[in-house]
């Protein structure tokens, strides 16, 4: 499994940015071969102030899908939204392959 991840940085004015955000999300809903959408809104940082104020991961199962979804309308539409929308250096875009295990520790023998 993949993910392409947007992290998005603490905004000045927070209405703007949640008025954006939440049209961002519908155009991304649109995009095909989503497997999975996380929204996670960051609480804090045990060292400070946290880098993150939201972040957004879209899980594919390929990265073929991944890819495609991108390119495809739906996704070249979000991504024009993301660029318009969304102050350059005020958010990060990137792509992961993800391995996720079950339980919260590693087994010992």
Known sequence: MVKFVITFSKPG???V???????LLALVERMPDIQRRQV????GSPVGDAPYYRIL????????QM???LL???GQETGAELGKRFT?????AFYAEV?????????TH
Request: aromatic share 14%; charged share 20%; proline share 5%.
């Open 17 to 23: 940015f949640e008025d954006a955000y939440n049209d």
């Open 13 to 15: 004015n927070l209405g």
């Open 40 to 43: 996670v809104s960051v609480l």
């Open 57 to 64: 991961e879209i899980y594919f199962d390929t990265v073929e």
């Open 72 to 74: 495809s309308p739906a």
């Open 88 to 92: 350059a250096g005020k958010y990060a």
């Open 99 to 107: 391995f996720e295990e079950a339980g919260g520790s590693t087994p």
């Open 67 to 69: 890819q495609t979804s």
